[in-house]
Nanobody, 126 residues
Framework: QLQLVQSGGGLVQPGGSLRLSCAAS????????IHWFRQAPGKEREGVSC????????NYAGSVKGRFTISRDNAKNTVYLQMNSLKPEDTAVYYC???????????????????WGQGTQVTFSS
């Protein structure tokens, strides 16, 4: 079965860190750009970060720039999102998506992406 399998979400305190993983099953990620999105309760899904298939280019939403880092390990068929200095407004379900175009296309074209992960929850503890 061709799918993206996510892991790494959970409960975190403000200022804490989490690393999300997005692993491909049944296909290789080497030729895909990978995007991370998130969706907070009552809000639309928004783009967070993207990395090209080669890993040579990365981009970030302004709200996470300087705090989040996207990376990939093609040997492990996995992409990561390292999230530091987390804030309560980062609470959301996070999704990864694979785009066969290999470059970071506009997040407006999300309906054209090939695979989506199942989502992983990031929640703040008080």
């Amino acid at each position: 079965q061709l799918q993206l399998v996510q892991s790494g979400g959970g409960l975190v305190q403000p200022g804490g860190s989490l690393r999300l993983s997005c692993a491909a099953s049944g296909f290789t990620l080497n030729y895909y750009a990978i995007h991370w999105f998130r969706q907070a309760p009552g809000k639309e899904r928004e783009g967070v970060s993207c990395i090209t298939s080669s890993g040579s280019y990365r981009n970030y939403a302004g709200s996470v720039k300087g705090r989040f880092t996207i990376s990939r390990d093609n040997a492990k068929n996995t992409v990561y999102l390292q999230m530091n200095s987390l804030k309560p407004e980062d609470t959301a379900v996070y999704y990864c998506a694979a785009d066969r175009r290999s470059l970071c296309s506009s997040w407006e074209r999300r309906n054209e992406y090939d695979y989506w992960g199942q989502g992983t929850q990031v929640t703040f503890s008080s």
